[in-house]
């Protein structure tokens, strides 16, 4: 059975209590991603910051009151965003003049047959 | 240790949440936890703060990366259970054993005013979530629970679990 104790203090907490976790894990994920991508573990991330191994930890743990600071230092040894304002994100994406789609158009259903089957295959055109 | 339940705290989408519980107490560990602080001036915030994060973990997962387990309080055992961990808001804790990504199994915690939880206001939790961790993990390691799924069961498959 659930616990009333913590459903009762859970309705009561802030919005921006609930605002700090999320975004504490957001940028946690955001993190571990650019680690991922450039095959980091915690200990390659604290030799680049020249920090203690314990200190990173403590940064990379659920609700470490992260200051734009670290944030930033973070930010430079990955070189790539970690935070970014909705200005920020319309301005750069909105200088983006096309994103590369495939498609195809299919003028008529022989057209289609055409385009799903092997170029050797005979088809009859539709009238 | 006195023996103890193991009983469902809070199923989220992706995490449910155990807790524990002495079998002569009225309130789980975390419900403890929880009544002590909820109405602190000092630490309610804290404990918000704590709270929104299971929220979080709950809907997410508990990915192992969200748990700080590398704290000094954890190096200092003869016990390196890579599992234990502790939710943090500023210096409250909430000692926890993260079992996998759907299971999480929260204790009791308190206020680290010291270098290590030993030393601290809270370090009978401390020792406390160190007990339970090495009680659950053996269990494990002997069998007698299993993890199904995302359910902790006995070795005759029922949820009603003592230690």
């Keep these: ?127 | 240790m006195n023996s103890f339940a193991i009983t469902e705290f809070y199923n989220f989408d992706k995490v449910r949440f155990y807790t524990v519980q002495f079998t002569d107490i009225e309130f789980s560990e975390t419900d403890r936890f929880i009544k002590r602080f909820e109405s602190s001036d000092k630490y309610g915030e804290f404990l918000s703060d704590i709270l929104s994060l299971i929220a979080q973990i709950g809907e997410r997962g508990a990915q192992d990366y969200y748990f700080n387990r590398n704290e000094n309080d954890f190096q200092a055992l003869p016990n390196k259970e890579k599992a234990r961990a502790a939710f943090q808001g500023e210096n409250l804790r909430l000692y926890c054993l993260r079992l996998s990504n759907s299971i999480v199994v929260l204790f009791n915690g308190g206020v680290k005013d010291a270098p290590t939880a030993q030393e601290s206001t809270c370090s009978i939790q401390f020792y406390e979530a160190f007990a339970f961790t090495k009680r659950i993990s053996e269990a494990l390691r002997e069998g007698t629970i299993e993890i199904n799924g995302n359910i902790l069961v006995d070795y005759k498959g029922s949820t009603d679990i003592i230690l």
């Design chain 1, 1 to 127: 059975m659930a616990s009333q104790v913590f459903e009762h203090a859970l309705n009561k907490v802030s919005k921006d209590s609930k605002i700090f976790a999320e975004k504490s894990l957001d940028i946690l994920d955001q993190i571990n991603f650019l680690m991922r991508e450039e095959g980091w573990t915690q200990k390659d991330l604290s030799k680049k910051l020249g920090k203690s191994e314990s200190e990173i930890s403590k940064w990379l743990s659920g609700l470490h009151n992260m200051t734009l600071k670290t944030v930033s230092k973070l930010e430079a040894v990955f070189n790539r965003d970690i935070l970014i304002t909705p200005i920020k994100a319309k301005q750069r994406y909105s200088s983006i003049k096309f994103v590369p789609v495939k498609t195809v158009v299919f003028k008529s259903v022989a057209h289609f047959e055409e385009k799903r089957l092997d170029r050797e295959f005979t088809y009859n055109k539709a009238s």
